[in-house]
């Protein structure tokens, strides 16, 4: 059975390409547009990663992280994120958020395939 990925990310540019790297290795691919729309996908969805970037609009993906982690059945979902930042700081505050990983944009899509495989259960 194969396994899913939630990929949450404003720009549509962004989610094809994920969604090309993630179903060419064999994935199925949910994908959001922002943090509520990732949040309201969880209700239906469980997947068994999700890949979020950091700045959207309506809510970014540290309000989404902290709600995905606020739900006691989504706290051992593994988290990657996805963005242009690199700071310290902000790696930090996605970790305290809930991240499980971080990866810079653009992105090596094996480097990504890769680490989704890591992280899955």
Do not use: C, H
């Not at 990732?38 to 309000?63: H, K």
């Amino acid at each position: 059975m194969s396994k899913t990925v939630l990929t949450v990310d404003d720009s549509r540019t962004m989610r094809d390409m994920l969604r090309m790297a993630l179903i060419d290795a064999g994935f199925d691919v949910v994908q959001a547009e922002d943090g509520v729309q990732g949040l309201e996908l969880l209700q239906e969805t469980r997947p068994d990663v999700i890949i979020t970037d950091i700045n959207m609009p309506r809510m970014d993906g540290y309000g989404f992280m902290q709600g995905v982690r606020a739900d006691a059945q989504n706290r051992g979902i593994p988290i990657l994120v996805l963005t242009t930042e690199s700071s310290p700081e902000k790696k930090l505050r996605a970790r305290d958020a809930g991240a499980t990983g971080w990866i810079v944009k653009p992105f090596d899509p094996k480097k990504l395939v890769d680490a989704v495989n890591r992280v899955a259960a």
